[in-house]
Each structure stands twice: as C-alpha cells, then as structure tokens.
C-alpha cells in the first residue's frame, strides 16, 4: 500500500514535523509513504492509492482530480477578529486562504479536524456562507507525538519552580502577562523561553530584561534541534501556554508526555487534552491575556506549584490517553479503511487490507 503525503515530510515548520511523525509510524507498519516528487513536479514515478493532505499544499487540486481516496487534516484559517484583537493585520490574502480551505473541504474524501475547537471554527464558517458542512466525513484526531522520545524524568527537574515556554514566540500579549504574574507570584521561581523571537516580541522581552528582578530570574535558550527538546522539558515545573484560540498545541502535547503539566486558555484545541488530569485551563474574555487572564494563570500556575506531584503524574496520563502517535495513525488508518495497531502486532500484510468502520472520534 502507497500513501501519497502532501505536503512531504521535513523538520521545518510544526506541521513538517507532525508529518514526519505519521511518515515514521506509518513506516514502521510497513506502509510505503511518497510524495516529495509530486509535490515539485506533479508527477510521481510509481502509483499511489489513497492520499494524506494536510492543508491546501501545491497540487492539491490534482490529487483531488485523482478520483482516488483523500484525507484532509485541516487547522482554522485566520480570524478577522482575533488579528484585529492582537493587532495583526487581516489581509485580503486571508480572505484567499479562507476560500481556498473551504474548498478543500468540501472536496475532500474524509476531513480530520486537529481538534473539537477547529472543527466547531469551520461549522460557524460554512454557516456563514451559507454552505452545508460536510459532517458525516469528518472527524477529530489530535496530532500524536513519540511518547518513547518525549518521557518524564523528575530528577532532571530544575529548581527553583520553573515557568517554560516553547516554541515561535509572536504574541506579544501573552509575553506581558508573563512578566505581570511572575511579579505577583509569592513563591521563588524561575522563567525559561525555548524558541524563536519575531523582532516585535524581542523588543517587549528586552524592555522587560530591564527589570533587574525578571531578569536575573529568566533563561532564554534560542531555537534547538527537535532531539534535545525532552532536554529542555524535563527542566520545567509548569508549561506557560498563553496562546488564546490555537488549533492545537504540538509544545502542549510535547510537554505533557515529559509529565510537565499545562497552564492554558479554556478557548482553543489545547484545553481539550489538558485537563482534567494535566493542568489547568483559565478563563479569558474573547482575546484578551488582561486582567482576567493574569488572575487566572496566577492562581492556575500556584495551585500547580502546591500540588506539583500530582499534576505531573497527570500529565503524562493525558499524553498516553489523547497524543500518542500510535493512536494517532490508528485513527487516520481507520478513515482510509487499512489495518492499524492490532493487525501490525498480529504479523498481517498491509498488502489488501480489509475495510473497517470510520473514526468520529
């Protein structure tokens, strides 16, 4: 069996990666995966027979013209509001981007939302336009992760308390709250960033280095190879994740298998693997990291602090539970009708697989 991927697998965005984790899993079950030829050229030398499309790639279109069976793993597009809210600008580009997933979509053979909050996203889009939205051929599948690669290790916890962030750092807004609750924070502690910096967010983290208590307080490790990031994780007493309304948290996910519980927003993919067991999810009014925000995460980040035991052990049973990569592709396998997990373990061919039931999960 030859599953075309579009875009290919690579190790340089989050979704780059998150394909390359399915590649990997899908391999190891002796599935073939292709698709770098085809997505430069159009054309790929040897046949496929079902696809694996995460957003609108290049070619998209000829996939779809295939006749052969598509899934489509899809995220939200950009929100008016939301970029107005953060001070973003919304582009008539955004407006070309919305249209064109909502394309996909309805072409599509079986749609794969990353989380409940996205699929709810595009229900209000389609609604807007008027459209019918496909239900019967969607689905939720959390993206997974390697629960081998990404473990806890508690005596590699650092000390004092550690607040820890990851990823590419934008939003300026969940950066000032940071500072704010750590100032008001009544225990030691202290912060670690490790990722990346758009010029705006580094202007904002340099103004608050100013501060000499933030400062002598605060770690930030520039961009690192994906194989030390357990290093870095497993440093960490809390995972501060500010961003309000994501799709889905891959760092979220990462830090919860090294058993470090979450602080996040209630409104968006994150919340929905969090808790009840990993962390806690806050209240915040529409788009808004103020005061409500602040409150929140403080006394969510304290009560972690006092039970920090507890909410670790709990992370890393939500990992297990909702972001395994192996319940991941089982899922997805089940959409293409192929044989997942159980009939890897029982020694069967992927050569003619049996059908097998949709996945709503």
């Known amino acids: 069996m030859r599953i075309l991927m579009s875009p290919p697998p690579s190790n340089r965005n989050s979704i780059g990666i998150f394909l390359q984790r399915v590649a990997n899993e899908l391999e190891r079950r002796h599935y073939k995966v292709t698709g770098k030829l085809f997505h430069y050229t159009g054309f790929e030398v040897l046949p496929w027979q079902k696809a694996f499309v995460f957003g609108t790639p290049r070619r998209a279109a000829k996939i779809n013209a295939s006749g052969k069976p598509v899934v489509l793993t899809i995220g939200r597009p950009e929100i008016k509001e939301e970029n107005e809210a953060l001070g973003f600008p919304y582009l ?8 064109t997933m909502t394309e996909a979509i309805v ?41 081998e690669f990404f473990t806890p290790r508690p005596e590699q916890r650092a000390e004092p308390f550690v607040i820890g962030l990851a990823g590419e750092f934008r939003r300026i807004q ?6 704010e609750i750590s100032r008001r924070l009544q225990f030691p502690h202290r912060l670690m960033f490790v990722g990346s910096m758009t010029p705006a967010y580094r202007q904002v983290f340099d103004e608050g280095m100013k501060d000499p208590g933030l400062a002598a307080r605060t770690t930030f490790i520039p961009w690192v190879p994906a194989k030390e990031l357990p ?11 500010p961003i309000i309304g994501d799709s889905f948290g891959n760092v979220v996910a990462e830090a919860l298998a090294c058993g470090v519980p ?20 806050v209240d915040s009014p529409g788009w808004d990291c103020g005061e409500v925000f602040i409150a929140g995460m403080e006394k969510a980040i304290s009560h972690i602090h006092a039970n920090l035991e507890k ?27 192929l044989p997942g997990m159980a009939a890897l373990d029982k020694g069967h061919s992927t050569d003619h697989p049996p ?7």
Not at 120 to 147: C, M, Q, Y
Not at 231 to 241: A, D, E, G, L, V
Not at 324 to 331: F, H, K, L, R
């Open 262 to 281: 979450v602080v996040c927003p209630k409104f968006g993919g994150s919340a929905e693997f969090v808790v009840p067991d990993g962390g806690i999810a």
């Open 355 to 361: 059908a097998c039931n949709q996945s709503t999960k």
């Open 92 to 99: 008539p580009v955004h407006v070309e981007q919305e249209a």
């Open 174 to 179: 969940g950066l000032v709250s940071l500072f």
């Open 231 to 241: 290093r870095y994780y497993r440093q960490m007493s809390c995972f501060y994740h």
């Open 311 to 337: 909410f670790s052990l709990g992370a890393r049973k939500q990992a297990e539970k909702l972001v395994s990569i192996e319940a991941c592709v089982d899922d997805y396998l089940r959409l293409m009708a």
């Open 107 to 147: 072409h599509a053979s079986q749609v794969v939302f990353i989380s409940h909050y996205v699929r709810n996203v595009w229900r209000e889009i389609f609604s807007r336009k008027g459209l019918a939205f496909p239900e019967p051929r969607t689905a939720v599948i959390h993206h997974g992760i390697d629960l």
